[in-house]
């Protein structure tokens, strides 16, 4: 069997199972928001209302229907291509949860490249200098950082930047008094996003200098390393030109892993720093019985995870042939 | 609708390639664009339609009721300039003001007011429908400047429920022909109010600005309004304290005393406002069920609450503790004379006694299940602790806010639920549908209790039938005198939500939805952001 | 639970502890949780006050009287802590042993049968990890009500793919060694391989597995609470924390105690977790 043909037929598994997940995932979740008490034409309807009034509510919305009903009709729209309509947003789904998406692509993005430069950085310099202090330290940081929850240390982070330092904004994506434009705009942007992307950041950067720093000592230790030591390559520039590139493998994988669940992990931090993001929306949409953004934004997030892998695999058989597709 | 998205995604980009710039403009807060922190997002903005606490508190500064309300809840002209009252209150005539404009230059006239009675209010606004719903004929509309409201019985309390938090009027050009509920028109609003829509980015912000067309004069007094959509209140207090933001429509509780302490800065109460107003937190006892069917073990537990302690602690005084069935917020229906229950286990334990709870070895007469949802913890864990003392033991039954609702008022499998009835403007609004055993449900926010007294449905009938305040007034307070001795429900705080502006701005009209329509900055040197 | 799941197996593969200090931070994360357990077994012992029971004025910051101060309620902080951390024990062993028992069970099902039931658990596995399971529990949660019961168990259902795949991995990689295949050819029983070859070379990293389910079992209980999907009938560190998250800057305290109470026994969870991974023979 040719590589071609090897990596096609991986590529159809992998294609295959991704649509099962993802039909898996629409049901379960519709199964399970429609089996939960409480009747949503109370969230999505007026309050106040007499009996005929919630009756004709619920026609309107087709929740009188039966689940297996609803379930079908649902099916059929999802496969033509229509998610349904917000009962919240008074919207066509897929634009909800369009507009949120460059939202937490910024916040996302932001703090990936944060773990990296957090992580592959703290653990290029541990191997530069071997100081036994400074691996102290970073083991340390990293620990803590990799075990407390975000919200927490975000929490703290607000109070010390924002509310005692006054450096930087407690919340939101921008800045409510002006309407910018232009580059104005952009750094008013990045400006906000920078702590909840360096409190999201903080846990992956925590895995990334650790994996790092594992997989560069262990090249150092290798025969063909050692040898370019004793031929006298510098230290540094030995680092950073073999034993930082075999490094970079792992951290690849662990971003690409990363990057498939950002959709759904950083809702807490959006929560916490009022981000507009999709994780945000569906925490609020599930208290809202918003059924149809509920599903949408589940089926969104579980194709997220699952393409991410499909191209984190892909990526590190790139970068490492060693590593086969299977 | 504009949006970000766009222009994020080549920031995304911009990021991902340069990394993140750390320069930052200095805010120059600008005194005629007032920001205010909200929430949750409205979604569509067609008041007509929905109740929705999100939506109101913007569509409200955009579009305009027949009358409005003035602090003591009384009618005001609005888009109506004068009304009679005729046919012995069945018919209420309303002289439409001449020259208004909806924002897209279109005049208004009497057509709107009806389509959006018959279109709108009486098929999707589920409180205005409850209410005239049987009661309000047709809608006549003689020329363009009158309508006629006919009413199939006389109706004292009418012009209290048309502000523009419960019968906004919406234009019938932009909503003939559309789906009042998925329309179009509802992502661009077109009000005749006081700002006009500019843009909606979702989940971010919402831009309105001065309408310089307003029919009154001089008004509004700031140039632009804009709504930031701000989910963790922490965040919005934050941003209040910073500067970003001028007004927030809801404190923590927490946060509240250093608000207060803050220069720049003034915590406001609030009885009213776009979510509903004179609202009342009250405790509902299954009267079905023992043992809140026996009127002594009701009184008993009553003497056992201290609303002290839970208006202080758990809604951090963000209102007064409830003497009975109607708001204090209310004053021209509202007595405290009758009969009260104070604090006072010592007597609880001696009604337990007398109703035969007599207590068992572990000093435990009887256990009932608090349902309550989610924002309702504290207040249940302050409950369980005052009840322990008098030897009731309270489960807490903590569910998702509408499973909560399902089930105290639908399916009614619970012990003791809460909810928050806002009186309204007038309690034939608000506090008629607790009582009256005509509403027993099974729907939301109705007579959860399931308290049934013909006496009390019958004076509530004649309380509104009478046009005259002082007759209505001896009406209701012959109903809180009765209530207040049967303690159907267990009245714990009139509520007065707490709001916080900087004091750059004054002129907040707090009391009803149009809160913006006066504010205007305070012209002298503006204090310096802290 | 903001790491990826496959992060965590990604961590556990090339831990940064091996050879370095794998007995050390065994102990360090084996003292941190042995004290959690002694905290919580000891609670009703070292603070019999009920940790429900009004005991002193609103916010007050720590004193002698309330070391840890009072929260919105004027309850004691310190109380609430020392009970809270038996559920947090509760919670945390649910993780751990679903990572264990149903990691154990389906991994070496999968790697014993082969062929079609390995392909089958290994999709189910599959399937179980690319769900969006913080959100899953979330939403059941809010949907079905914030009962302890209900979150362990919704927790404990998605705690086990990792130490799955992990276990099967290692399984198959046993069975194929010489001593295993020597064994058989000399008669032993598949169970008996299993019981004395198989599992003494797992068992630490079927430990470090479970380790780490507890430490995010703990936070996801946490982060459930901070949304306000807690069990409000129970105290426990994720119930002071979110309500703690109003009161930041009004109490540093309520947040601060249950904050580093969680950071601690998580780290603790991590600790143990990695000086499992590494006193385990190499090349496992």
């Known amino acids: 069997m040719t590589h071609a043909t090897s990596a096609a037929r991986w590529l159809m598994r992998r294609a295959l199972f991704a649509v099962l997940v993802v039909a898996g995932v629409t049901t379960l979740t519709f199964v399970l928001i429609h089996l939960a008490p409480g009747d949503p034409i109370y969230l999505l309807a007026g309050d106040g209302g007499n009996a005929s ?49 460059p939202a937490t692509m910024l916040l996302g993005g932001t703090s990936l490249l944060f773990s990296v430069i957090l992580g592959f950085g703290a653990a290029v310099l541990c191997a530069i200098w071997r100081s036994r202090w400074l691996d102290a330290a970073v083991r340390g940081v990293s620990s803590v950082a990799y075990s407390a929850p975000v919200y927490w240390t975000g929490q703290v982070f607000i109070l010390i930047a924002a509310v005692k330092l006054g450096v930087l904004p407690s919340g939101g994506m921008s800045t409510a008094r002006e309407s910018l434009e232009g580059i104005a705009y952009v750094v ?28 560069m000592m262990e090249t150092l230790g290798e025969p063909h390393v050692r040898a370019a030591v004793a031929r006298g ?63 949408a934004a589940f089926i969104f997030i579980s194709a997220s995870v699952v393409f991410f892998n499909v191209v984190t695999d892909a990526a590190t058989s790139w970068l490492d042939p060693r590593i086969r597709l299977t | 609708m504009t949006l970000p998205g766009g222009r994020v995604a080549w920031v995304v980009l911009l990021a991902a390639v340069g990394g993140a710039a750390c320069a930052r403009k200095p805010a120059a807060p600008s005194a005629t664009t007032l920001v205010v922190a909200v929430g949750s997002d409205p979604g569509a903005l067609n008041p007509a339609v929905t109740t929705s606490g999100s939506t109101h508190p913007i569509t409200d500064q955009i579009f305009n009721g027949l009358v409005g309300l003035d602090e003591q809840l009384q009618p005001i002209p ?52 409850a209410a005239l719903e049987g009661l309000l004929d047709t809608v006549e509309t003689p020329d363009d400047l009158t309508a006629v409201f006919r009413l199939k019985r006389p109706y004292g309390p009418l012009l209290q429920r048309l502000d523009v938090v419960e019968a906004s009027i919406i234009p019938k050009h932009q909503y003939e022909g559309h789906d009042l509920l998925h329309g179009e028109p509802a992502r661009k609003p077109v009000g005749t109010g006081p700002f006009r829509f500019v843009s909606y980015a979702t989940a971010d912000r919402i831009v309105l600005e001065r309408n310089p067309t307003y029919f009154r004069q001089g008004l509004p007094g700031i140039d632009r309004l804009v709504f930031r959509i701000l989910p963790n209140a922490a965040s919005a207090v934050a941003a209040l304290e910073s500067g970003d933001v001028d007004y927030t429509v809801s404190v923590p509780g927490p946060d509240i005393p250093r608000l207060q302490r803050t220069p720049g800065i003034a915590v406001v109460k609030s009885a009213g406002g776009s979510g509903g107003s004179a609202c009342q937190d009250v405790l509902i006892p299954n009267l079905t069920r023992r043992p809140f069917s026996d009127l002594r073990v009701r009184r008993a537990i009553a003497h056992a609450i201290d609303r002290d302690f839970i208006v202080e602690r758990v809604y951090f005084g963000q209102g007064q503790p409830a003497t009975g069935p109607i708001s204090r917020l209310i004053p021209w229906a509202y007595t405290p004379d009758v009969r009260q229950y104070p604090h006072d286990p010592a007597q609880a334990r001696k009604l337990l006694d007398e109703a035969g709870l007599k207590p068992d070895a572990t000093g435990q007469r009887v ?32 569910l998702d806010f509408n499973a909560a609702v399902e089930r105290v008022f639908v399916k009614k499998t619970f012990d003791l639920g809460l909810a928050s009835f806002c009186n309204g403007a007038d309690p034939e609004i608000g506090v008629r549908r607790v009582y009256v055993s005509s509403n027993i449900g099974p729907y939301p926010f109705s007579n959860g209790a399931s308290y049934r007294n013909a006496t009390i449905d019958a004076l509530f009938d004649a309380a509104a039938a009478r046009v005259e305040k002082d007759q209505r007034r001896e009406t209701y307070v012959e109903i809180q005198r ?19 502006h900087r004091q750059t701005f004054t002129g907040f009209r707090l009391w009803t939805g149009a809160f913006a329509e006066t504010v205007r900055p305070v012209s002298a040197s503006t204090p310096s952001k802290q | 639970m903001q790491v990826a799941a496959a992060t965590r197996t990604g961590l556990l593969a090339t831990s ?72 947090s024990l509760k919670v945390g062993l649910a993780g751990a042993l679903s990572a264990a028992l149903f990691g154990i069970g389906i991994g070496g099902l999968a790697a014993m049968c082969g062929g079609l039931a390995d392909d089958l658990l290994m999709r189910v596995t599959e399937f179980v990890q690319a769900m969006p399971r913080f959100f899953l529990v979330v939403t059941i949660v809010s949907l079905f009500g914030g009962h302890l019961w209900l979150i362990v168990l919704v927790i404990a259902l998605t705690a086990w793919p990792d130490t799955a795949r992990v276990f099967r991995a290692q399984v198959q990689s046993i069975l194929g060694r010489d001593f295993v295949v020597a064994a058989r050819a000399a008669g032993c029983s598949e169970r008996r391989i299993l019981w004395r070859h198989v599992l003494p070379l797992t068992i630490a990293v079927v430990g470090a597995h479970a380790s780490y389910q507890a430490g995010n079992a703990i936070l996801s209980e946490a982060a459930l609470s901070f949304l306000g999907l807690g069990d409000p009938t129970v105290m426990s560190w994720g119930t002071l924390l979110g309500s703690a998250q109003f009161m930041v800057r009004e109490g540093w305290w309520v947040s601060l105690f249950p904050g580093i109470a969680i950071t ?21």
């Open chain 1, 188 to 215: 008013d942007l990045l400006w906000h996003v920078l702590l909840p992307a360096f409190t999201l950041s903080l846990p992956l950067a925590a895995v990334i200098v650790r994996v790092s720093r594992a997989s």
């Open chain 1, 53 to 101: 009034y919630y009756d004709s509510m619920r026609a309107k919305y087709g929740l009188d229907r039966t689940i297996a009903e609803q379930f079908v009709r649902y099916v059929r729209a999802v496969l033509s291509g229509d998610f349904g309509y917000s009962f919240m947003y008074q919207q066509p789904v897929i634009g909800v949860v369009l507009e949120h998406l």
């Open chain 3, 16 to 87: 940064a502890f091996r050879r370095t200090s794998g007995s050390m931070s065994v102990r360090a994360g084996g003292i941190v949780v042995g004290a959690l357990v002694l905290v919580a077994l000891a609670a009703p012992l070292v603070a019999p006050a009920d940790p429900f029971r009004i005991a002193g004025d609103a916010l007050t910051p720590p004193s002698t009287a309330h070391p840890f101060g009072t929260d919105d309620l004027g309850r004691d902080v310190l109380a609430g802590v020392l009970h809270g951390a038996l559920n």
């Open chain 2, 367 to 398: 256990a009932i299940t608090f349902t309550h949802g989610a924002n309702q913890q504290r207040l249940g864990q302050a409950l369980r602790e005052q009840l322990k003392a008098v030897g009731i033991t309270l489960n807490l039954e903590m």
């Open chain 1, 233 to 295: 390559l510098g230290r540094s520039r030995l680092i950073l030109r073999h034993v930082a590139w075999n490094a970079s493998i792992p951290v690849v994988a662990l971003v690409g892993q990363h990057a498939g669940q950002l959709l759904a992990g950083a809702a807490l931090t959006e929560a916490l720093f009022g981000w507009p993001g999709v994780g945000h929306l569906v925490l609020h949409a599930g208290a809202h019985r918003d059924y149809p953004l509920v599903t």
């Open chain 2, 482 to 500: 009765i209530l207040a001795e049967e303690v159907p429900y267990f009245w714990l705080i009139d509520s007065e939500t707490l709001r916080a």
């Open chain 3, 264 to 284: 601690l026994t998580v780290l603790g969870c991590n600790l143990l977790a990695d000086g499992l991974v590494t006193e385990s023979p190499e090349d496992v």
């Open chain 2, 78 to 129: 609005e888009l109506a300039e004068r009304w009679t009252v005729e046919d012995g209150g069945r018919a209420y005539r309303f002289a439409l003001r001449p020259g208004v404009t909806w924002h897209d230059g279109v005049p208004f006239t009497s057509a709107d007011v009806k389509f959006t009675f018959e279109q709108a209010l009486l098929k999707y606004h589920s409180r205005t429908r």
